[in-house]
């Protein structure tokens, strides 16, 4: 029986697993010193790196061994957000409604022109009188009124007035058309509705 150290292959004492570790370490610092620069920047940045000490935790940065957001960050984007939401959202309905109000207002302006042309062929728009017009599901309503024109007194002139009224998300609004005719045609009160 060996009563002294056990000797490993190389001859040298045999270690533990802590001292077989070390001794890798040794050896790999004595052959990186005979090695290239860049192989020495390799040793290097595997130095600073450190083997996992718990369960799940990776190779990091000796310096820096979690990473994560704070509280206080969390919080500020959560508040960042909570600001910037409801603007945007308001300016997504602001411009939704603008471009229904230009095209609505389109067609208003059209529906008005073609029912004030109609009535003035017809000798009827120096009257009074209103019509419904539906235009892809949407109710226009138009109404025409008629009153002396003031800014010149001496030509016998009346102003036509055609109101079309048109609802953009919940809420009403209007298109006015006006036109210059003789004063002393003879007006008939019209109603009609049609779907253009």
């Given at each position: ?15 533990g ?53 704070t ?59 209103t ?5 892809h ?23 036509a ?10 809420r ?25």
């Amino acid at each position: 029986m060996n009563i002294g150290p056990k000797l490993n292959k190389v001859g040298t004492p045999r270690r533990g697993v802590r001292g077989l570790a070390s001794t890798r370490a040794r050896n790999i610092s004595l052959e990186c010193s005979d090695a290239s620069t860049k192989d020495s920047e390799k040793l290097s940045a595997l130095k600073n790196f450190h083997a996992p000490g718990r369960l799940g935790e990776a190779y990091l940065p000796s310096n820096r061994r979690a990473a994560g957001f704070t509280l206080a960050e969390v919080l500020a984007a959560l508040l960042l957000m909570a600001i910037v939401i409801p603007v945007a959202l308001q300016g997504l309905q602001v411009a939704s409604r603008a471009g229904e109000m230009a095209q609505r207002k389109m067609i208003a302006t059209r529906i008005g022109n073609m029912e004030m042309n109609s009535l003035k062929v017809m000798n009827q728009l120096n009257g009074a009188g209103t019509g419904v017009v539906q235009d892809h599901g949407i109710t226009y309503r138009w109404s025409v009124k008629c009153q002396g024109w003031t800014e010149d007194p001496i030509s016998q002139l009346s102003q036509a007035t055609v109101t079309v009224t048109f609802p953009v998300q919940g809420r009403d609004f209007e298109v006015h058309l006006s036109t210059l005719i003789p004063a002393q045609q003879q007006s008939v009160n019209t109603g009609s509705s049609g779907m253009y």
